[in-house]
C-alpha cells in the first residue's frame, strides 16, 4: 500500500471511509484522492474513466500507478496500485481489459 495514502487516510479518521469501502482498502473524498495523486506521487489520468467509474492515474516519471473508483457518495476508493508502469498504445483499452 502506498504509504502516504494510508497515512494520510489514517489521519482522516472513519470519517474519510466511505461506506462501501472492504476492510483495508484506502478511501477519501475524491478531490482528496486527486490531489494526493497529483502531488504525492506526480500521476495524471491515463485515459478516461470506465463505465464503473474506474481511473488509472500512473506517473511516467517514477513508473507509480494507481487504479480508482470513484463512488456515488463523491468518495473514491483505490483499487489497485502498482509500480512499473508501462504506458501502451491504448490505455482506455487497458483499463477495459482489466475491468473484465
Same mark, same amino acid.
Given at each position: 500500500m502506498k504509504p502516504l495514502i494510508a497515512s494520510f487516510a489514517l489521519l482522516l479518521g472513519t470519517a474519510g471511509f466511505a461506506p462501501?469501502? &472492504?476492510a483495508g482498502q484506502v478511501c477519501m473524498d475524491a478531490d482528496e484522492m486527486k490531489a494526493a495523486l497529483i502531488d504525492w506521487y506526480g500521476e495524471r489520468p491515463v485515459a478516461e474513466p470506465s463505465e464503473n467509474n474506474e481511473l488509472?492515474?500512473?506517473?511516467?516519471? &517514477?513508473?507509480s500507478w494507481t487504479m480508482i473508483k470513484t463512488l456515488a457518495d463523491g468518495n473514491a476508493c483505490v483499487i489497485a496500485q502498482g509500480d512499473d508502469w508501462l504506458a501502451g498504445p491504448d490505455a482506455t483499452q487497458m483499463l477495459a481489459q482489466l475491468g473484465n
Open positions: 462501501a469501502a &472492504t488509472i492515474w500512473a506517473s511516467k516519471e &517514477t513508473g
